[in-house]
Structure formats: structure tokens, C-alpha cells
């Protein structure tokens, strides 16, 4: 992993930034595709969409965020909820079209208050869910 102690967050500098992310490809709409692990564990968090801006401001600040399809803007996780995603590393895949973002979550991923959006599995019998919420979805939103 990166060395970081738990109380620091990765941070680029804007001219690395900006010659890092022309690697990247982003598809038709502008988007990469996000993978959230924890840095730690290796538990995988979520996926989310990133745009060239998302990407940039999670890099230039140690915060992740993501961009969000169905508002069309950034979403900067963790804004309304608390549950924050403090970048310890980011990886770059092979075809440069995804981005591992190994994080440190506070509290939970997912909005239906799990840690994991990655609660359910397939089984014989059908979708099975593995994990109960952490904390109620309306806790997290003030709903």
C-alpha cells in the first residue's frame, strides 16, 4: 500500500494532475468507471462514475468525488451523509478506463446504510443478502 498513516489522505499537485489524467480514456460521456476498496481491508466499497473534474478534485484534495448520472453533477460523498472517503491511493487499469480508488471510509458506502454495496449474492435459491444495515438510511440523510 502507500505508507500513509491513517490520518493523512493522498494529495497531487495540479500540474501532475493535469498531465496524469490525459492518460486516462473516458468513454462517449465523459466518464471513467470508479471502484471504491478500503485501503486496509480490501473490501470493495462501490462503484461509482467519475468525469475529468471528479477525478481532479478527488486528486487535488484527498476527498473523493464522484459524478453523479442521474443529477448530472459532482457528488462529493460523504457532503450530506458524514460518511466520508479519504483517498490513500489511486490506481490506473490497464486499458486506462478505470480508476481503483483504495480509500479510508468513514462509517458506510452504500446509501441503504450498509458498509458495502456488495450486500447481496447469487445462490441457488436466488439473490441472497449477507449483510444487514449499519445505520438506517434515514439517519444518514435526515430523512
Not at 489524467?21 to 461509482?48: H, W
Not at 466520508?84 to 478505470?98: H, K, P, S, Y
Request: neutral net charge; charged residues 25%; aromatic residues 6%.
Amino acid at each position: 500500500m502507500s505508507g500513509l498513516r491513517t490520518d493523512e489522505k493522498m494529495v497531487l499537485s495540479q500540474e501532475i494532475v493535469e498531465h496524469e489524467l490525459s492518460r486516462l480514456r473516458f468513454d462517449a460521456a465523459g466518464l471513467v468507471c470508479g471502484i471504491a476498496q478500503q485501503y486496509d481491508s480490501g473490501e470493495v466499497l462501490m462503484v461509482a462514475w467519475l468525469n475529468r473534474e471528479a477525478l481532479k478534485e478527488t486528486l487535488l484534495t484527498g476527498l473523493v468525488c464522484y459524478y453523479s448520472r442521474s443529477r448530472k453533477s459532482l457528488w462529493r460523498k460523504g457532503e450530506t451523509s458524514g460518511q466520508v472517503q479519504r483517498l490513500v491511493e489511486a490506481r490506473l487499469d490497464c486499458d486506462g478506463d478505470a480508476v481503483l480508488l483504495l480509500v479510508d471510509q468513514t462509517g458506510v458506502a452504500c446509501h441503504t446504510g450498509r458498509r458495502s454495496c456488495f450486500y447481496r449474492r447469487f445462490s441457488p435459491n436466488g439473490l441472497e443478502t449477507i449483510s444487514d444495515p449499519v445505520i438506517a438510511p434515514e439517519a444518514l440523510y435526515g430523512r
